[in-house]
């Protein structure tokens, strides 16, 4: 039995992990300073895990939570374009200085593999679609520079110390525990929360703009693939479900399933985003065994039935 440390295992996509790591019987521990992870999402397993509140950014708390384990998945960060241009030292902080200590610990600890959470917003704004790893970055946003630096912290630390890396570029990821409470939050728990309330959506923008929206399942997939495969060095892989959608195809979706006739708001498009973004997902598929385990129109229908039944008195 292996040991797992999850960095923002308090998370969205944190606690997801762990719920799944359980069930396959291993040994959890979480790192989390609960800024935006919730007390709510580690309650049903944390007389299970070994938690330990910290913060990435303390390098004495790394270090402590690295001790032991045998993969490190990295999901702990300031998520958000806007946030990022918003305080862009506490982005660079967290996002790029946190990662490096965990890199640094895991070195030092003999860390069988880290896993690091990136994101599709280091391609940019470029016209190619859809997205290869091999294209070269052109990040936007502060958000998507620090992503993108620690993504390169993670290849040298493979060529320097030997370190097994694998950086996993997320394409929106969306399903059960996404917070929609905060200026912050994603589109689809922001769209949900307003259609079940009765109000009006905003959507930045003309709503033209695609993303390759990828429910939780199949990230939480990913990342224990990364850990299992038999790939040496550092990689790079998108993680997504190679598809894409428009805001307006996405809240005409999400009207139909809920039964609502509300009509959304436009407004002016947000500084740092990208138009469209698509993913190639042959390399993963190639290397790792992906497969996309639940479709768009699947995944909207279970996040959906989540906020319904439990998310929105849990989130508020």
């Not at 199949?218 to 428009?246: D, K, M, P, S």
Request: proline share 4%.
């Amino acid at each position: 039995m292996a040991t797992y440390l999850v960095t923002g295992g308090a998370g969205f996509i944190g606690s997801n992990i762990v719920d799944e790591l359980l069930r396959r019987g291993q040994r959890v521990r979480v790192l989390d300073n609960f800024s935006t992870g919730r007390e709510e999402n580690v309650a049903e397993f944390e007389s299970r895990v070994e938690l330990i509140r910290g913060d990435v950014r303390d390098e004495d708390a790394v270090d402590r939570a690295v001790q032991g384990a045998d993969y490190v998945l990295h999901q702990a960060a300031l998520a958000s374009v806007p946030r990022s241009i918003a305080d862009p030292t506490a982005n660079n902080q967290v996002n790029t200085q946190g990662t490096l200590n965990v890199l640094i610990a895991a070195k030092h600890h003999g860390v069988r593999r880290v896993v690091y959470a990136s994101s599709s917003s280091v391609y940019g704004d470029s016209q190619e679609l859809p997205k290869v790893e091999t294209m070269t970055p052109n990040p936007k946003s502060p958000y998507a520079v620090a992503k993108l630096a620690a993504e390169y912290y993670c290849r040298v630390y493979g060529e320097l110390h030997g370190l097994a890396t694998v950086s996993l570029r997320y394409f929106n990821v969306f399903g059960p525990r996404q917070d929609p409470g905060s200026q912050y939050s994603a589109v689809i728990p922001l769209f949900v929360k307003a259609l079940l309330e009765g109000r009006a959506p905003h959507i930045h923008g003309d709503g033209e703009q695609s993303r390759d929206f990828t429910f939780i399942s199949n990230v939480v997939n990913a990342n224990l693939l990364a850990c299992e495969a038999n790939v040496t060095g550092a990689r790079v892989y998108n993680i997504a479900c190679g598809g894409r959608y428009t805001l307006n195809q996405l809240f005409a979706a999400l009207r139909d399933r809920i039964g609502s006739r509300v009509e959304p708001v436009y407004g002016p498009a947000r500084p740092g985003d990208v138009k469209h973004s698509m993913a190639d997902i042959g390399r993963i598929q190639k290397d790792l065994g992906y497969h996309v385990g639940v479709s768009f129109e699947e995944g909207i229908d279970r996040t959906v039935q989540w906020y319904q039944t439990v998310g929105l008195k849990s989130l508020g």
